[in-house]
């Protein structure tokens, strides 16, 4: 057994391995904009949330003209043990305030369909249900919504027809 196969590394590996990332640090901060202690203190405790997902609705002017209201959706899929390839779709609430101009006109634009990436804070209320039930929905503030994709007229077409002709077969 070759015993220097096991030593610890000396000192001077040890300050060349600092070295290196120490220098990686000083790389990294030139390329990051620095942050004033201001905005340090004004983003201490917020809660950020990300969300890419497709309209599940045309957008709804809510809160007499104050906020537009959103409802995307967004797919999951995973693999299960035997190799089958399952989808799992969540549903977000969000909401965007006409205070924030460009954030709110842009959100009433889109359409049924689209592709959109939203970027705000969550918000969490529980409430009782005529039933004595208590439940907590969350809902996403928004502050910055983009358009990844539009949605093609032939897609909504296919969804809604799709849709459609489920609840005929159905009835």
Known sequence: MNAQAHQPPTKKENSLTKKSFAEKDTNLAEK????????????????????????VKDPVIVGDGKY????????????????????NTNYFNALVSSNLEEAFEKTTSFKKGDWVYLKGEDSTKSFDTPEGYK??????????????KQAKVNEID??????NSATLDAA
Request: charged content about 25%; glycine content about 4%.
């Open 158 to 163: 296919k969804a809604s027809n799709t849709a």
């Open 68 to 87: 537009a209201k959103i409802r995307i959706a967004s797919n999951k899929e995973y693999q299960t043990a035997d190799g089958k390839i399952k989808t």
């Open 135 to 148: 439940q907590t929905a969350s809902t996403i503030f928004a502050y910055h919504v983009v358009l990844k």
């Open 32 to 55: 990051v904009a620095p942050v004033t202690a201001e905005e340090e203190k004004l983003f201490a405790d917020t809660n950020i949330t990300m969300k890419s997902g497709h309209l």
